[in-house]
């Protein structure tokens, strides 16, 4: 049982900053005061509970994260340790937040101590996404939750756990030298990795490796050509392709109505990617298809466009555009596509200029 005597030391980053001004990053040591990150005062306190010269075979750092971004003022936490259905001490109890940024917040607790860290919104607004590391191990975690307004005051989130032992040794369960009972890492190279290509798509994939290290080869190159039926205002229309999350081509600016366009772009393979339409006017989307190396992977009718407010996806006001293909794979296809070479590449599809005779 921990005695009530016993100390407390609790770090807390964040307070508010007004709207124009970039709010630094402080570390666990520092508290954000007035802008500035002030290096919290050293504690004095050695007791059970933590301090700065607590011995570290007992005790083990428990931190909470929090990535608060609704009323920070009404968000309430507590974290809680001692005996599982007996006595409970608060070591943490706090709702002095003021900004909207991760908050993270970092106890001493003795090793095996049962603890729970609960957390409620007093104004029904929002429970913040948040985890539990202890030492190197992340023990809980668990996304944002809006809560109904009429449930005011109420402990709505509660984690429990018993506070692990920090064990060094490597925490990352595909490295070579994984250890299931260590807790804490000694240095960021300590896990030893087998390196090589991990997409079983690429002509180098590498069944055994642990970790991918940008390398993989696909062969060549693709292409993506996306047929569409145009409206009477074709200079509306807008096509993107995506791939992995990042714009890589666009087209717009066509110039005959009720003629059909197919814009084609070759492309890198090995990019997950998909096609997005959209109308500067909000009208009226054309019906098209998609095609990855001549094979048919997406296919839509005309459809009615709904303007949307704002700025569209980076377009102008009133824009409509939208994911239309779905996610394709692209693969390689590029090769000697003439039947008198001596090269010739009856997979190819698109030609790269190596024909030889």
């Not at 009226?284 to 296919?299: D, H």
């Amino acid at each position: 049982m921990l005695h009530p005597r016993h100390g407390l030391m609790f770090l807390m980053t964040g307070f508010a900053l007004s709207a124009c001004e970039v709010e630094p990053d402080c570390n666990d040591n520092q508290t954000l005061e007035n802008g500035v990150c002030v290096d919290n005062p050293i504690e004095t306190d050695t007791g059970d509970t933590g301090g700065p010269n607590v011995d570290p075979d007992l005790f083990s750092p428990v931190r909470i994260s929090l990535d608060i971004q609704r009323i920070p003022n009404k968000t309430h936490l507590s974290l809680k340790c001692g005996e599982e259905g007996g006595e409970m001490r608060e070591y943490i109890g706090s709702s002095n937040f003021q900004s909207k940024r991760e908050h993270k917040l970092t106890q001493e607790i003795l090793k095996e101590t049962y603890c729970t860290v609960e957390l409620w919104d007093a104004a029904g607004g929002e429970i913040p996404a948040g985890k539990v590391r202890i030492c190197d191990v992340y023990v809980d975690e668990w996304e944002a939750e809006r809560i109904p307004s009429d449930q005011n005051g109420g402990v709505k989130m509660a984690s429990t756990f018993n506070v692990l032992e920090c064990i060094d040794g490597c925490t990352d369960p595909v490295a070579e030298n994984y250890d299931e009972n260590a807790t804490r890492l000694p240095h960021d190279d300590y896990c030893e990795y087998i390196d090589g290509c991990m997409d079983d798509r690429a002509i180098n994939y590498n069944v055994a490796a642990t970790r991918d290290d940008g390398t993989c080869d696909f062969g060549g190159y693709g292409i993506v050509e996306v047929d569409l039926a145009m409206d009477s205002e074709p200079e509306d229309t807008t096509v993107h392709l995506v791939c992995d999350g990042v714009e890589v081509r666009a087209a717009s600016g066509f110039a005959n109505p009720q003629v059909p366009e197919t814009v084609s772009w070759p492309s890198d393979a090995g990019n997950d990617c998909h096609v997005e339409v959209g109308d500067l006017a909000g009208d009226l989307g054309p019906a098209g298809t998609v095609r990855v190396c001549g094979e048919a992977v997406a296919s839509w009718e005309a459809w009615d466009l709904i303007p949307q407010g704002g700025s569209g996806g980076g377009l102008s006001l009133g824009a409509y555009r939208t994911d239309i293909s779905g996610t394709f794979f692209i693969p390689a296809c590029s090769g000697c596509v003439d039947p008198e070479a001596t090269n010739f590449d009856e997979d190819a599809y698109i030609d790269d200029g190596s024909c030889t005779y």
